[in-house]
């Protein structure tokens, strides 16, 4: 299925409807053909991996074709509309950014009143929570392209999600207050930050409610650098600890109470510790927000208990698949989705490295507990975390190196510092601190849940310090990371040694792919203005508080830190390729191009010239300068507007963002 989903992502011009309804009606038969000829071996592996192709391409079709939005394309002032906050989200500026559904438009231009999903800046400090019903006077803008077609594709998941528009709000009333779950989510906040300290509340806050908008920029910072940012965001590491502390507790509760009252021998005491941690997970997944991260997670855990219930093996590839199918059945575009595949790359190599060696690994940690006892075990602990972290590591970092263009050495070493402490310490203690407030709450539980997170700040800060600990990566191939994860597939489930081989080939060979790929080195914006030049080692860009975001992409792309950053103060300024000619405002444009002359006499005047303006046109309508013809003028404004949004300069020749775009319904 995934493959089927990455085809059709992958396509230069959109598919027809007719073609695609033939594709699923194809599918559809050859369901029924699978159906009636199961027990034909040699018929059905093959036919199920057609199917399953067949099914992931359609159903991403039928996705894209039904959501349909009503993509703005100008700019809108000063519009205004009731709505509903369905999520909020905080930038690393601390501005929040708020998904709204539109029910009412109030006063609005005719063709903006289709709109019905929009995300808004907010610069205010105002407590806005998912559920709130909001009056707001907002403006709306279009949604940019990709700072180039190396960076991650933002306007095609905004497609998926059905947004439509960007902007900023400018006032917002409350018309009615939030739902349930979030005024608890609220009051839960507020709790936490009342009975635990500056720097641990936020954490705490992101572990349980999923607000993570109160972190600092440094501690959050920390975490990245030492391979620990996945514990800031709930996934499936914390719907596994919370289904397991539950599993464990009912577990033994109910053995406790079979001391004291004759319960039936065959009571099914693992079913019903189940079915408890399925009930305790989906409360938990309420509270933290039902984040996408979440929801995947989830339905990872709903499946290993229903796979307890029944009686299966909970931990295995099979329950692995029909996970991946539900996600891919319900939620398609999570394909491309960061967190999906740092998850699903982590959740098959443990599980088929589990499934391999797990009888020799239960073997060994046996011998061990039954030689040392109690050191035995603790030994037996720390060796299992360090596998799963040598494993977990080695599987997500070419994803690392592939999205967010750096890595960490120390990933194993955070893991093996931070994990007990988050399994045995931090985790039960916020559940007891949650146990607590039906009593009003227990200062002690509190206090010895705000040590545990201290803790764990401080060796995520040790961690951070040590060399090695973020190291800046270039973007690779657009190949590289599919070809990277149907290696994986292939090495984690091939069922003989020639097949595993294959996908350690495969994985090889992307990465390859990295030492063949060329970027480029020359940028400028969508909105032109900003420009960024590569001349190592720094990056010269101008100065644009607009395109910010846009130029930090461009460094993020070719691997360079962000301390290498440096500003062009001229006006003309000299790269060794071209000469760069920056016009900042429209009304300073004539006056720049009066000293253009000028400006040319000490360098050569016949290297080509680049600008962000509409230079063409205002030199040879300019009556004090004098155009000449040997110098060649490459690009300006004129020829971005037309031959396409960003200008791309790479091994001396030069394309516009145009010749990469595709005919695709997020690219209109």
Same mark, same amino acid.
């Given at each position: 299925m995934g493959l089927g989903i990455l085809c059709y992502l992958g396509l230069e011009n959109e598919p027809?409807?007719?073609?695609?309804?033939?594709?699923?009606?194809?599918?559809?038969?050859?369901?029924?053909?699978?159906f009636y000829y199961r027990q034909n071996i040699n018929f059905f592996i093959p036919s199920i991996c057609i199917l399953f192709f067949s099914f992931g391409f359609t159903r991403i079709y039928w996705e894209t074709y039904f959501s349909n939005p009503n993509l703005i394309k100008t700019f809108e002032k000063n519009v205004t509309f009731n709505a509903e906050v369905i999520?909020?989200?905080?930038?690393?500026? *601390? !501005?929040?950014?708020?998904? @709204? +559904?539109?029910h009412q438009w109030i006063q609005s231009p005719e063709q903006?009143? *289709? !709109?019905?999903?929009?995300? @808004? +800046?907010?610069?205010?400090?105002?407590?806005?929570?998912?559920?709130d019903?909001?009056?707001?006077?907002?403006? @709306?803008?279009?949604i940019g392209e990709p700072a180039s077609p190396w960076s991650h594709n933002f306007k095609r998941d905004l497609f998926f999600q059905g947004i439509e528009a960007l902007g900023s709000m400018k006032n917002c009333t409350i018309l009615k207050s939030y739902s349930t779950f979030q005024r608890i989510r609220s009051s839960l906040n507020h709790t936490l930050q009342k009975k635990l300290s500056f720097a641990t509340a936020p954490i705490a806050m992101a572990l349980i409610t999923g607000e993570k908008s109160k972190i600092e920029s440094s501690i959050r910072e920390d975490y990245v650098k030492s391979g620990l940012a996945h514990v800031l965001a709930i996934s499936g590491l914390h719907m596994g600890l919370i289904a397991s502390l539950i599993f464990f507790v009912v577990k033994r509760g109910i053995g406790i109470l079979h001391l004291f009252y004759a319960l039936p021998y065959t009571f099914p005491l693992k079913k019903?510790?189940?079915?408890?941690?399925?009930?305790?997970?989906?409360?938990?997944?309420?509270?933290s927000g039902m984040g996408i991260p979440a929801l995947r997670s989830f339905c990872m855990t709903l499946i290993l208990m229903i796979g307890i219930v029944v009686s299966r093996n909970p931990i295995s590839l099979r329950s692995l698949t029909f996970a991946a199918i539900f996600i891919f059945l319900f939620f398609p575009s999570a394909l491309f989705s960061v967190s999906f595949q740092l998850s699903f790359a982590a959740v098959i190599a443990l599980v088929s490295a589990y499934e391999k060696g797990s009888s020799r690994l239960i073997s060994w940690f046996y011998q061990l507990i039954d030689k040392r006892g109690i050191v035995g075990k603790i030994y037996a602990f720390i060796m299992s975390i360090v596998l799963s972290s040598i494993i977990a590591t080695m599987s997500t970092t070419p994803i690392s190196m592939a999205v967010f263009n750096q890595f960490t050495l120390h990933s194993i070493t955070g893991n093996i510092l931070v994990l007990p402490l988050l399994s045995f310490w931090i985790m039960p203690s916020i559940l007891l601190c949650m146990l607590s407030l039906l009593w009003g709450g227990s200062d002690f539980i509190f206090k010895f849940c705000d040590y545990g997170i201290q803790y764990m700040n401080h060796a995520a800060s040790w961690v951070s310090q040590l060399p090695g600990s973020e190291i800046n990566i270039a973007s690779?191939?657009?190949?590289?990371?599919?070809?990277?994860?149907?290696?994986l597939c292939i090495l984690c489930i091939g069922p003989h040694r020639n097949m595993r081989l294959i996908g350690c080939l495969l994985i090889l060979s992307s990465g390859a792919m990295h030492y063949f790929h060329t970027l480029p080195i020359g940028y400028i914006s969508q909105d032109r203005a900003s420009m960024g030049f590569y001349e190592h080692p720094y990056f010269y860009t101008t100065h644009s508080k607009r395109s910010e975001f846009t130029t930090q992409q461009w460094i993020q792309n070719l691997g360079i830190p962000l301390k290498l950053k440096r500003e062009i103060t001229t006006p003309l300024w000299k790269w060794k390729y071209f000469h760069i000619l920056i016009l900042p405002t429209y009304r300073k444009q004539q006056e720049v191009l009066d000293?253009?002359?000028?400006?040319?006499?000490?360098?050569?005047q016949y290297l080509p010239l680049i600008s962000n303006g509409y230079v063409k046109k205002k030199l040879k309508t300019s009556k004090k300068t004098k155009f000449k013809r040997n110098h060649m003028l490459i690009v300006d404004a004129e020829d971005l507007k037309s031959k396409g949004s960003a200008f791309i300069f790479s091994n001396g020749d030069i394309q516009f963002s145009n010749e990469f775009k595709k005919n695709r319904p997020w690219d209109f």
């Open positions: 027809t409807f007719y073609i695609m309804c033939c594709a699923t009606l194809f599918t559809f038969t050859l369901s029924i053909f699978i999520h909020s989200d905080f930038t690393s500026q *601390k !501005i929040p950014r708020y998904t @709204l +559904k539109i903006v009143k *289709k !709109i019905k999903k929009v995300r @808004l +800046k907010f610069s205010k400090r105002q407590d806005l929570q998912p559920g019903i909001i009056e707001c006077l907002a403006s @709306l803008t279009p019903v510790a189940a079915i408890s941690s399925i009930g305790f997970t989906f409360l938990y997944l309420m509270i690779p191939h657009m190949c590289f990371l599919p070809l990277y994860f149907i290696g000293r253009y002359p000028n400006l040319l006499e000490n360098s050569n």
